[in-house]
């Protein structure tokens, strides 16, 4: 059922000299960047998820209904895979989010989310490379800022990619729902 | 051109019991919430984003756009005012963004974004009254967890609502780009 269908149009990377020409690639032919395809479920992309945090078992069925609604969604959804071609397998994943705002000139605030790498594919700096990929997408889309959440273990990495606490302005607040149901159908 | 057009169903509100039985509406029966309309661009809406962060020049076109934008994004953006029905003004307003993800069972994530109160209706407590409509609105839709970026200044603010700080992870970093374009067309 599953098919090479990509969740946004593999020619933006080309389009900004993103994903084939990055340095870290350059030094491995047997990696590549791409969008996530529809058949990503079967090259693992769900177990790296998992590397990040639970998962749960989601049907191929169900993963194609929610990569629908990504792509969808025109313009908001980038998520982003990183191939090992010859295993055939995602290794590393992340999604930029790009937001539509009224402020600042109907704004596009650009969110980076669920950076992930496989843990027999570290210290190839495979996670430098798809937060500088997606970092640059969101330039290049237009938005005035591109913002992420994450542990404090985490930011001085994010750090050496040029992110940055802004003072007095570096809070994020959550509430964790004890019963996450089930999304509504589509309103 | 304008019209009484919601950016989401109307509806939803009542059906979680949000909105209109709000404590702090229930002492002024000249407010009311409900979604965002395409004609509250007549209604002050930006001059009251004005309040938050720059907003600039836009054109009713302009809005309109973006209104149809995020209005078409199904269950992603639920823009929500607080309206003086009297001086037919908006008054308060914030949105709930809410991200699809593949993690935990195809989960949302549900967002807070862009709350803003008139200073002409500051101590009425309208802030913690559309923080709480959108929290229980994200609840409601299904959401694992609802999360906001704030100001040092505003965490107590928020902590006031049930919001925490996740010990060792809550930090929000960020990349402001210095001249951002016009987004590139739907793709």
């Known amino acids: 059922m599953s098919a090479e269908i990509p969740i946004y149009d593999p020619e933006l ?3 900004y000299n993103l994903g084939e ?9 047997s990696l590549c960047v791409r969008p996530l395809y529809m058949s990503d479920y079967n090259r693992g992309f769900l ?3 998992g590397e990040l945090t639970e998962v749960g078992n989601i049907s191929e069925e169900q993963f194609q209904e929610q990569f629908e609604f990504m792509k969808n969604s025109h313009g908001t959804y980038y998520c982003t895979v ?11 994943a992340s999604t930029l989010l790009m937001e539509r705002k009224f402020i600042r000139g ?4 650009a969110r980076l989310e669920d950076v992930v790498v496989s843990p027999n594919y570290r210290g190839k ?15 290049a889309l237009g938005a005035y800022k591109m913002t992420l959440d994450c542990k404090d273990s985490m930011t001085p990495f994010y750090e050496s990619l040029g ?5 007095g302005n570096s809070n994020t607040l959550s509430i964790r729902y004890a019963a ?7 309103l």
């Open 47 to 49: 177990e790296l998820l």
């Open 125 to 139: 700096q495979l996670g430098k490379c798809i937060v500088e990929i997606l970092t640059n997408l969101g330039r």
């Open 163 to 167: 992110y940055a606490k802004e003072p």
């Open 106 to 109: 109907c704004a596009l605030r």
């Open 13 to 15: 990377l080309k389009k």
């Open 82 to 92: 990183i191939i090992d071609t010859i295993k055939d397998r995602v290794v590393g």
């Open 21 to 29: 020409r990055h340095e870290t690639l350059k030094g491995d032919e």
């Open 180 to 186: 996450a149901s089930k999304p509504e159908p589509k």
